[in-house]
């Protein structure tokens, strides 16, 4: 069976975010968290909708349907706030590595460890995020939030994957 590392290749280190990245950052994510349940709850729809395959990690909705009815479900609506409560802690650490490297693994090991999520569950969840984004927000991200975002999710993606290797996942499907 294979690992993450199979597909990924671990750089030496995350990407480096310019002082102004870090501030498109922040000033676009405040309107996004003033309606962190509904931006949540759209995101993972869309990341439910889009990507099947992603329901699978989630008893109660896993066989749901119909988006209405996954509206509604307790976990999902809980899921979107921690999503949207991490992403914050992500945001208001963008200044220091190594704040933002402790908000990741705690995230990234739970996951591992605790709900045998595959590592790109969350690149998928990444890319579904900034289209999001960029369709419920689109006065405030424009080509430069999108590439300062897309920055972000590398950063978060990479260490995932760290945090996955450095614990010896290995695929269970
Ligand atoms: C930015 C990415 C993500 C963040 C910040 C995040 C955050 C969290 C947090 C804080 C929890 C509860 C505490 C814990 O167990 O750690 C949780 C639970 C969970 N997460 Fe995530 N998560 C993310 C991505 C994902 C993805 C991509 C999946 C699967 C497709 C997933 C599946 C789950 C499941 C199944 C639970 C347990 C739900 C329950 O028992 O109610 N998460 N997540």
């Given amino acids: 069976m294979e690992g993450n590392s199979g597909e990924h290749k671990q750089t ?3 990407e480096t975010l310019m002082e102004e990245e870090r501030v498109t950052i922040t000033n676009t994510w405040a309107k996004v968290y003033e309606n962190k349940e509904a931006a949540g709850v759209a995101v993972l729809i869309r990341l ?3 990507f099947p395959s992603t329901k699978q990690y989630f008893s ?7 988006t209405q009815e996954m509206q509604s479900s307790a976990q999902l609506q809980k899921h979107a706030v921690l999503v949207m409560k991490a992403l914050n802690a992500l945001v208001e650490s963008v200044d220091d590595g190594e704040k933002t490297a402790s908000v990741v693994e705690k995230v990234a090991k739970s996951h591992a460890r605790k709900h045998k999520v595959e590592p790109v569950n969350f690149k998928i969840l ?16 424009g080509v430069e939030a999108q590439r300062a975002w897309s920055k972000l999710m590398d ?10 290797s450095e614990i010896g996942w290995t695929s269970t499907e």
């Fill in 12 to 14: 030496e280190g995350p």
């Fill in 48 to 50: 439910f909708t889009s």
């Fill in 60 to 66: 109660e909705f896993r066989h749901m349907e119909d």
């Fill in 126 to 141: 990444a890319g579904v995020i900034l289209e999001v984004l960029v369709e419920v927000f689109p006065e405030s991200f």
């Fill in 155 to 164: 950063v978060l993606y990479w260490h995932v994957t760290r945090v996955y």
